[in-house]
């Protein structure tokens, strides 16, 4: 499994704890977002983060922006991608449960500590009870 990560301006300091995170946990990650506070164009960020994660079943990503919607609007237009924009851990975990999420969204602005919490309960939750959740 590979995490990759992508931000926008508004993502970039919250970014880099998430990144220090990943690193200190041994994830194998990605970054694909900018390196600084100096505005740049989140859809085209969503994108890269997108192409990569549909080059493995097994991937995860993770967007960053202002608040999470504009990122999750731009993912969900490419096809393969599931992307939660998400406020709560709950949120977070019943994106993996019921929805499959190969990606999730959330604002810049929130606390590092809680963005930490949705980072760990993305990669360790998984789908589940696919008959349900997978009918036509
Ligand atoms: C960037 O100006 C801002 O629109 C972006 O960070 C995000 O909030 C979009 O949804």
């Given at each position: 499994?590979?995490?990759?990560?992508?931000?926008?301006?508004?993502?970039?300091?919250?970014k880099k704890?998430?990144?220090?995170?990943?690193?200190?946990?041994?994830?194998?990650?990605?970054?694909?977002?900018?390196?600084?506070?100096?505005?740049?164009?989140?859809?085209?960020i969503a994108?890269?983060?997108?192409?990569?994660?549909?080059?493995?079943?097994?991937?995860?990503?993770?967007?960053?922006?202002?608040?999470?919607?504009?990122?999750?609007?731009?993912?969900?237009?490419?096809?393969?991608?599931?992307?939660?924009?998400?406020?709560?851990?709950?949120?977070?975990?019943?994106?993996?449960?019921?929805?499959?999420?190969?990606?999730?969204?959330?604002?810049?602005?929130?606390?590092?500590?809680?963005?930490?919490?949705?980072?760990?309960?993305?990669?360790?939750?998984?789908?589940?009870?696919?008959?349900?959740?997978?009918?036509?």
């Amino acid at each position: 499994m590979k995490i990759i990560i992508g931000n926008d301006h508004n993502g970039y300091e919250l970014k880099k704890e998430i990144i220090k995170y990943l690193k200190d946990n041994r994830y194998y990650l990605e970054d694909v977002g900018c390196d600084s506070v100096e505005s740049v164009d989140y859809p085209l960020i969503a994108k890269k983060v997108c192409d990569e994660v549909l080059t493995d079943e097994d991937n995860l990503g993770i967007l960053i922006c202002g608040t999470g919607i504009g990122m999750s609007i731009a993912a969900n237009r490419i096809k393969g991608i599931r992307c939660a924009k998400v406020s709560t851990e709950d949120e977070v975990a019943l994106s993996r449960l019921h929805n499959n999420a190969n990606v999730i969204a959330f604002s810049g602005r929130i606390d590092k500590s809680l963005a930490l919490r949705f980072v760990d309960k993305f990669i360790n939750t998984s789908f589940s009870n696919k008959e349900r959740h997978m009918k036509k």
